[in-house]
């Protein structure tokens, strides 16, 4: 008995049809298969498969070095000047005197040798070895008399064969030494500067101690001062008279009464700058 296909009027089909239906079956189900495990089938030039950049790794990230800090010179703050003494300060005294011991260094190169004793007056306060060495410090220079090349100045013991001696004495004690020697030193009635009777000398323990106001005022260091003094009275005892203010804003000379005023120029302790006598005009 012969099985005929019909359907929907069309042509039947033979055993072939049927084999090549089952083959694409077939076909179809291994494609699936081998895509749910992963194989997958080749693929053309055309529809390569584009490759996904993976993330950029990112490099772990070291803090930059820090510099050690470099050292900090911190600067001391500078040193105010000296302008007075401290300290209370008698306004007279006994009229005795103690004597710097020993003799110092010859002070210049050449020329004629004169021979100084160094004194303070009992109850003044003063030490008569630091008196003397800032003696020896204003007259050594450089810039100090000594610079002429014609004079040579010694300290010696106050026993000693002498030309002059450098007195610290009290106010009320430089007066009377002074005006003994001829040299009034009141201002306003009271004894206020410094003078040179022959063969002394004399500082007045209130200048030597506090200056005077117009130096302070403009911070000039007491030590400048003292350098000033000593080199102005010895320079009267050395002959030199006094000097005026050669011009505005120029060093006062040495010969110059800087204690009482400037009228312009400025403090100068020394009568030698620059190896060469520095003078004002004569008053």
């Known amino acids: 008995m012969s099985i005929v296909a019909r359907g929907g009027g069309g042509r039947g089909r033979g055993p072939g049809a049927l084999i090549r239906v089952a083959a694409l079956v077939a076909a179809v189900g291994a494609a699936v298969a081998m895509v749910a495990s992963g194989t997958g089938v080749g693929l053309g030039a055309a529809d390569e498969a584009v490759p996904v950049a993976s993330e950029p790794a990112v490099a772990a990230t070291l803090p930059a070095p820090v510099a050690s800090p470099a050292t900090v010179r911190v600067s001391p703050p500078p040193v105010a000047p000296v302008l007075q003494e401290p300290g209370p300060i008698p306004s007279t005294g006994p009229g005795r005197f103690a004597y710097a011991g020993g003799a110092g260094p010859v002070l210049g190169t050449a020329g004629d040798l004169r021979r100084y004793r160094v004194a303070v007056e009992s109850g003044s306060g003063a030490d008569a070895g630091e008196f003397a060495l800032a003696v020896g410090a204003a007259l050594a220079g ?76 403009a911070d000039v260091p007491l030590s400048l001062y003292r350098k000033y003094v000593i080199n102005h009275e010895v320079g009267h005892e050395l002959g030199n008279g006094h000097e005026r203010c050669p ?20 403090a100068n302790p020394w009568p030698y700058l620059d190896g060469r006598r520095y003078e004002g005009p004569p008053l």
């Not at 009034?184 to 030597?208: F, K, M, Q």
């Open 247 to 266: 011009g505005r804003g120029e060093p006062a000379p040495v010969m110059m009464q800087q204690t009482l005023f400037l009228k312009g120029c400025v």
């Open 142 to 217: 450089p810039g100090s008399w000594v610079d002429s090349g014609r004079l040579r100045l010694r300290q010696v013991d106050g026993a000693d064969r002498h030309e002059f001696t450098v007195y610290l004495a009290t106010a009320g004690t430089a007066g009377r030494m002074c005006a003994a020697g001829g040299v009034d030193i009141r201002v306003d009635g009271r004894p206020y500067t410094s003078c040179r009777a022959p063969g002394r000398v004399i500082i007045n323990l209130d200048r030597w101690r506090l200056s005077v106001p117009h130096f302070v005022a």
